[in-house]
């Protein structure tokens, strides 16, 4: 079964009408890198990719993951131990119950027949395996860059060698693949080959840069624009952008040219309470 | 065309819907967005003196029949605030009502000085919000004294902004506050915060849904109880403009809590519903209807069930 009997392609979802979590079990789990583990539940949330759900650790704490993946009866997010939640869920075990809801917000583009370069930096490389099969089954070729800053924190490289896909790596340091940054792996491509969309997730000043490069060349360009996702649905107001727009309903996943209008885009992004962070 | 314009405290508002306090309230840029696309004016969420961390998550679900929160009022503080008002003032030109809270009577004075300065076009007090209850004992809007003392504070520190006192719907007579903080010097009345609190379970995880596990129950499930406090008001305080909130979800509703006796009508959970539609989905509901009854303008209709 596809990707695509689970409802990718399927624009302007926004959130179901009652989003009461519903509780999953961790069927099971594996580290992917250094702080990084995929969990997987069985089940589905209709997601896109590109989407993104609430994950509940009950009596604790409930954070916002973005979909790795949504399709022949399992859900898997792919997500890295930043803090206090993280590292809760870290330490539970398969058969463990959390709390799942969404999908929410607006997901990628899913094209036929085209030729799509993703662009995945750090754990940002996670939703676009999800992203890349849904082209695959509509008849495109996809090219999958995946950069990190060193081998040991390179995510998803192999899956996406085994999926088919045309996969490139660049690490900072150079200890797997290109000696440097996704960015100058695109630029070349961009250059040799005609290249019909992009889509990028991941650090922002490297979409950032992604962006203005593919608007120079007219190629239809998608970024995800992350922010303080307290709710997930609309109502709280904590993920809006400087043009007032909420990147948990119209984002996260946007235009390049809309990401241009952000003026805090690639430049900082708010805090818990609102108060403003530079990249 | 007739135009749905009203004065509210010598404000005029564009129109009478306005955006309740404690959503989409985090930033300037939020809250200015909601003037563009279509309020007649903006609440700013609950603004603390100091630093205030709210609640862990899940702080709020909806259904189809209501909405429940316990976000727990979480603010920056008086730094933040000030500087979200001042570049709200550079954003936009329609009336803003500054929300302002605190935890003890005593403390109303000062937040209400800092937030007067920077010349709101109204304060409103929050002396309801259930969710703060275990911190504080039983919100101010419970008791007659504390409610009119709070209101007097505010009153002497706030210069001459005219201030909306807004209430719960859990007491025995919203009725008898009413008329305590206005004797006090409230210059209108919000009505009503959030029913509650409320309790919800998941039955497999056999949590609590909120962290909080109460929160306040809101969205079109209480509308009929925001339709009677504000009757009930309107009818024992003819003269005291009222900002009628409460489960507001279509045109048609708020016009009903108008006539009910509402001057201002708070929107908020039916932004859960309809998204960033609702403004303009319910200005031009109003409008449609305005247009084939026999008035000539909105505000005609305030108040419109005491005249029959």
């Given amino acids: ?279 | 065309m007739k135009n749905l314009n009203v004065a509210f405290c010598g404000v005029d508002f564009e129109n009478p819907l306005v955006l309740a306090s404690g959503v989409l309230g985090v930033t300037a840029a939020s809250l200015a967005h909601v003037i563009e696309l279509g309020a007649g004016g903006i609440t700013t969420k609950s603004m603390w003196r100091d630093p205030h961390p709210g609640h862990p998550n899940p702080t709020m679900f909806g259904t189809k029949e209501y909405f429940m929160n316990a976000v727990g009022l979480s603010d920056a503080g008086l730094v933040k605030g000030v500087q979200t008002m001042k570049e709200l003032r550079e954003r936009t030109s329609a009336p803003i009502i500054a929300n302002i809270v605190a935890g003890k009577v005593e403390d109303f004075g000062a937040i209400a000085e800092s937030i007067g300065e920077l010349k709101p076009d109204v304060v409103e007090v929050n002396i309801s919000c259930p969710n703060v209850e275990s911190e504080f004992g039983k919100p101010f809007a419970c008791s007659r004294v504390d409610a009119a003392n709070v209101t007097k504070l505010v009153r002497d520190n706030v210069g001459n902004i005219p201030i909306s006192v807004k209430l719960s719907p859990n007491v025995e007579s919203i009725v008898d506050i009413a008329q305590s903080v206005v004797d006090a010097g409230a210059n209108a009345i919000t009505a009503i915060n959030t029913v509650g609190p409320g309790m919800r379970w998941n039955i497999d995880l056999r949590t609590p849904i909120l962290s909080n596990k109460v929160g306040g129950v809101s969205g079109p499930a209480i509308f009929p109880i925001a339709v009677k406090s504000v009757y009930d008001i309107h009818k024992a305080l003819p003269n005291t403009p009222i900002i009628a909130t409460g489960g507001v979800n279509s045109g048609r509703d708020a016009l009903e809590i108008m006539m009910a006796g509402g001057t201002l009508v708070g929107v908020g959970t039916a932004i859960y519903y309809h998204g960033d539609a609702t403004w303009k989905k319910f200005t031009d509901e109003m409008s449609a209807w305005l247009e084939q009854s026999e008035f000539d303008n909105l505000s005609d209709i305030i108040g419109l069930f005491h005249k029959k």
């Avoid at chain 1, 989003?19 to 890198?33: G, N, S």
């Avoid at chain 1, 027949?113 to 930096?121: E, F, H, I, P, Q």
């Fill in chain 1, 1 to 279: 079964m596809g990707c695509c009997n689970s409802g990718c392609g399927d624009k302007n979802i926004h959130h179901d009408i009652n989003t009461e979590p519903r509780a999953f079990v961790i069927d099971r789990m594996w580290d992917e890198a250094e702080n990084i583990k995929t969990f997987v539940f069985k089940g589905t949330l209709h997601s896109k990719p590109g989407q993104f759900c609430m994950l509940w650790l009950p009596e604790f704490d409930e954070k916002p993951f973005s979909i790795a993946r949504d399709y022949d009866g399992e859900i898997w997010l792919t997500i890295c131990k930043v803090g206090p939640a993280t590292t809760q869920l870290f330490k539970m075990k398969p058969g463990d119950r959390v709390g799942l809801r969404g999908s929410f917000g607006n997901g990628f583009s899913t094209v036929a027949n085209k030729k799509v370069v993703l662009v995945g930096g750090g754990y940002g490389t996670a939703p676009l395996h999800f992203t890349g099969k849904c082209h695959q089954d509509s008849g495109s070729d996809v090219t999958m860059i995946i950069g990190a800053r060193s081998k040991n924190l390179l995510i998803w490289e192999k899956k996406s060698e085994e999926t088919g896909f045309r996969t490139l790596i660049a690490t900072n340091d150079g200890s797997a693949g290109v000696e440097g940054f996704t960015t100058h792996i695109l630029e070349k491509l961009l250059h040799e080959e005609k290249i019909d969309l992009v889509q990028t997730c991941g650090p922002e000043k490297m979409m950032k840069a992604i962006a203005e490069m593919c608007m120079k060349k007219n190629i239809p360009c998608e970024v995800s624009v992350e922010r303080y996702m307290k709710c997930g649905f609309g109502i709280c107001g904590q993920c809006v952008v400087e043009t007032g727009e909420k990147m948990c309903q119209t984002g996260p996943v946007v235009s390049a040219e809309r990401a241009m209008t952000f003026s805090d885009f690639g430049v900082f992004h708010r805090g818990a309470e609102g108060q403003r962070k530079d990249w």
